[in-house]
């Protein structure tokens, strides 16, 4: 059995070079080799071509009956949108500002599964880990995003009718649930794909974590901080400490293990997804404090998930 110091390296090697590639893209934003311009221009590539390469790769590459994860992806919608609903209610209890409300509540339940949290299940688990967490991200960018477009819609009949265009819009045209729905018709038809193609792709591939992660790290103002200290500690609790525990505890409870209850750790416990950000100032909320919940879930996601991962393996569940 491993010592608790070994069990605790091990969590700080899963987090280690997430940290250090965040903290590099502040140093080189900081420095000036890297800027606004190049991180715009480098998250839309991450997010149009090379999010969608490694995500349907992992999934045509892979061994994995996807048929078999059908509970584990049940689980992981029903549980968001569980602590969705306590989140919003919650919250607007607490807070009255109709411009903070949805951006608070978007914070406390949208998850970075695409970058931060996939980047945490490819240290532990690999390939395999990918490619099934593949399918949970999907599932759950198109809950998270209907779940946003309602947290920030105003109230009225008008407000409700342009909440469901965007909807379609946001779904439709996303390129990580298009690349993981084409992956999954490419595996279940065992359509062959050209070497020379897998091998470009991959390439494209092993661009996606590195350059998401420069692009998180130089896109942080941790000295915005300053203001709306409240709603935005109010949310990262949510985020970070809240929905963790509770959806990581209802897993449990359900007999997830192993491979399973350490991706629905993973990426329950992920940061506030950067998307967040565009949404609440495309539908007139609170932009500033957006940025704010991101940098800071983002910066302590680095404390809590080393310590969510290092309790899970020294109770040996993961």
């Not at 439709?172 to 595996?187: D, E």
């Not at 692009?215 to 901080?225: A, E, M, V, W």
């Amino acid at each position: 059995m491993d010592t608790l110091w070994e069990q605790f390296a091990f969590s700080a090697a899963i987090t280690g070079p997430i940290c250090l590639m965040l903290f590099l893209g502040v140093t080189l934003k900081r420095i000036g080799l890297i800027n606004e311009n190049f991180i715009d221009v480098a998250s839309k590539v991450v997010f149009q071509v090379t999010l969608p390469a490694m995500l349907f790769l992992s999934i045509v590459q892979s061994n994995h009956n996807f048929s078999a994860s059908s509970s584990l992806v049940a689980f992981g919608l029903i549980s968001n949108l569980i602590f969705f609903v306590f989140t919003y209610f919650s919250t607007k209890w607490t807070f009255k500002d109709p411009k903070d409300q949805g951006v608070i509540i978007q914070g406390g339940f949208r998850a970075n599964t695409a970058i931060i949290a996939l980047a945490y299940v490819a240290n532990i688990y690999g390939n395999e880990g990918v490619a099934l967490a593949a399918i949970y991200v999907a599932s759950t960018t198109v809950l998270y995003n209907i779940q946003a477009v309602i947290a920030l819609t105003p109230k009225g009949e008008e407000s409700g009718a342009k909440a469901v265009t965007v909807i379609a819009k946001t779904l439709t045209k996303n390129p990580l649930i298009i690349s993981i729905m084409l992956g999954v018709v490419f595996y279940g038809l065992s359509i062959p794909i050209p070497k020379m193609v897998t091998d470009a792709g991959q390439y494209f591939a092993n661009m996606t974590l590195p350059l998401a992660l420069l692009c998180t790290g130089g896109s942080l103002d941790i000295r915005s901080l300053k203001h709306d200290k409240l709603p935005t500690w109010f949310a990262t609790g949510y985020k970070l400490i809240l929905a963790p525990l509770f959806i990581t505890l209802a897993a449990l409870f359900l007999g997830f293990r192993d491979l399973e209850l350490g991706l629905i750790f993973l990426m329950s416990a992920a940061p506030t997804a950067a998307a967040s950000y565009v949404m609440a100032r495309a539908m007139g909320g609170n932009a500033t404090l957006a940025a704010n919940i991101i940098a800071l879930t983002t910066v302590m996601s680095l404390i809590t998930c080393t310590i969510g991962i290092f309790l899970l393996k020294a109770t040996g569940l993961i």
